[in-house]
């Protein structure tokens, strides 16, 4: 990797790596729970072998300082043991997502020259189109989590044959930690390269939010997320123990959050829908909660209202990217007058907003979102091209991030987000933010979803068209929702079209897919 990108150093250098920090929560409390699936349940001491047999694993079949270990798979104990083993072998862990498909993963492959490759049954046929082709992958590289196949390695075999000793790989701050590749709901995923630096500069901020060797954190978003490692890392680097939820159902969540009395949980706003929505919310102990996180994709302010009235426990938005650089908080139990606002810049981090000449704008006008801080990818992995693109330049030379979204600063230093770029719609040549439409039309008592994209207009370039999901029950039409929402708009903003949908495209961590209701508008369009 070229050095593009040159974080400023925190005020405070973290005194340690994750991977010392958890060795050491390992050590402290050894008969501890540190990872809870289903029935399935690891003290530390029982973690922490685990973790050293995947790290020697890996060595005995070459591993070096920086090797990729990719891994696709379920939500399990295996997978924790297997992300924390690589990072303690000196790894860079590249997780994968399962709900991409196998053209994307095998570009993903080819993009991070991944030599180990773990898999579990339930995803291993999004690999079988072209697993013949990896010719990184090493001698017996290819091992099976949980399914027997004679051309894969069996897991606990190979784990059986590995020792359960510390490996001693010093673990710089320079090394690399891992490769998360972009959810790719506008295009082509991006790798994103992290270093242990970063990570451990994350960790200096999980004291205010509560973490410590007595959190259980609830988590049922999938593994492969950086919205998931987000909470997934405080709680290990604080001794807790982690809960896992395979497969998220809003009861179960609730139920099992009672049952194992958890501290911390990360959700995506779909999911707080949900749970919040759901018949006999009331009825649950909830009280053990501290703390709630969301990110991913905007929480709007009437459920974070109802979150922080009905839900125990403060509720903390994060918004921010992957890549890092400009990262927002919103305390809402703390601020609960700012809840339209994503919240302020997190500690050490610089926001610049610019316009579409890359120029500043004045304060208090909205521009798209630049930020900077200690907590900084490296850059896309193999793609300098694609790093420099995403780069801004102030006057004294220091470099942002640009995040592609558009926002600004309110009188009071916090953050209020208008769009992506890329989804700001240019109509008879004026700026139209499509989160503004979305707002308008939940505003409406018969919308339960709303989602708006631009699509071409002879007369103006482009114009709205807004896609919605009804509340059950609801005998409203698509003209009397536009014909309402219009009268609430300003001229130029006003939406063209209405369709009615059953649900919306999103991913699995609630993100809307504008690329597949673009699709779906284009399909419809042709017919």
């Known amino acids: 990797m070229s050095n593009l990108i040159t974080p400023p150093a925190p005020k405070k250098q973290p005194e340690q790596t994750i991977v010392e920090w958890v060795s050491l929560s390992a050590k402290s409390h050894p008969q501890r729970e540190a990872v809870v699936c289903e029935n399935n349940r690891l003290t530390w001491a029982e973690f922490d072998l685990r973790a050293n047999k995947v790290a020697n694993g890996l060595l005995s079949l070459g591993l070096g300082k920086g090797d990729r270990v990719a891994i696709l798979a379920a939500t399990s104990i295996e997978y924790i043991e297997i992300f924390m083993g690589t990072l303690r072998a000196g790894g860079c862990l590249v997780p994968l997502s399962g709900m991409t498909s196998s053209d994307s993963l095998e570009g993903m492959m080819a993009n991070c020259g991944a030599k180990f490759l773990m898999v579990s049954k339930s995803t291993k046929h999004l690999m079988e189109p072209f697993v013949n082709n990896l010719k990184n992958i090493c001698s017996d590289g290819f091992i099976a989590i949980d399914f027997i196949d004679p051309d894969w390695v069996n897991y606990e075999n190979w784990l059986d044959g590995a020792s359960n000793l510390e490996p001693n790989i010093k673990i710089n701050f320079e090394d690399t930690f891992n490769i998360i590749y972009s959810s790719g709901t506008t295009g082509v995923p991006k790798g994103i390269l992290h270093d242990h630096q970063m990570r451990a500069a994350q960790m200096e901020r999980i004291g205010d939010s509560g973490f410590d060797d007595n959190s259980r954190t609830l988590l049922s978003t999938p593994l492969y997320s950086n919205t998931t490692i987000v909470a997934l890392l405080p709680t290990l680097v604080g001794g807790g123990t982690l809960v896992l939820m395979t497969k998220f159902d809003a009861a179960r969540y609730l139920q099992l959050l009672q049952e194992e009395r ?266």
């Open 262 to 527: 958890c501290t911390h949980t990360m959700l995506v706003p779909v999911q707080y829908k949900r749970i919040m929505e759901l018949e006999g919310f009331e009825q649950y102990d909830l009280s053990s909660m501290r703390m709630k996180f969301s990110t991913s994709a905007p929480l709007r302010a009437a459920l974070k209202r109802d979150v922080l009235d009905r839900f125990p426990g403060g509720l903390t938005e994060i918004y921010g990217l992957t890549e890092g650089g400009g990262t927002t908080v919103l305390a809402t139990h703390l601020y609960p007058d700012k809840l339209e606002s994503v919240g302020q810049p997190s500690v050490g981090v610089e926001l610049r907003f610019i316009d579409d000449n890359d120029h500043p704008v004045e304060p208090g006008t909205t521009g798209e979102i630049c930020g900077r801080s200690p907590t900084m990818m490296k850059g896309y992995y193999g793609r300098d091209d694609l790093t420099k693109e995403t780069l801004w330049q102030d006057k004294n030379g220091d470099t942002y991030l640009k995040s592609g979204d558009m926002g600004f600063l309110d009188e009071d230093g916090f953050l209020y987000l208008s769009d992506r770029k890329k989804d700001m719609i240019i109509s008879g040549g004026l700026n139209v933010y499509a989160n503004d439409l979305e707002l308008a039309l939940l505003e409406e008592d018969d919308v339960e979803d709303a989602a708006v994209i631009g699509i071409p207009s002879e007369d103006w370039g482009e114009t709205p068209l807004g896609f919605v999901v009804l509340c059950a029950g609801s005998l409203r039409n698509a003209d009397s929702i536009r014909t309402s929402v219009n009268q609430r708009l300003g001229k130029s903003q006003r939406i063209s079209h209405v369709l009615i949908q059953t649900s919306l495209p999103r991913s699995q961590i609630g993100k809307i897919l504008k690329r597949e209701l673009k699709a779906r508008f284009n399909k419809q369009n042709s017919n």
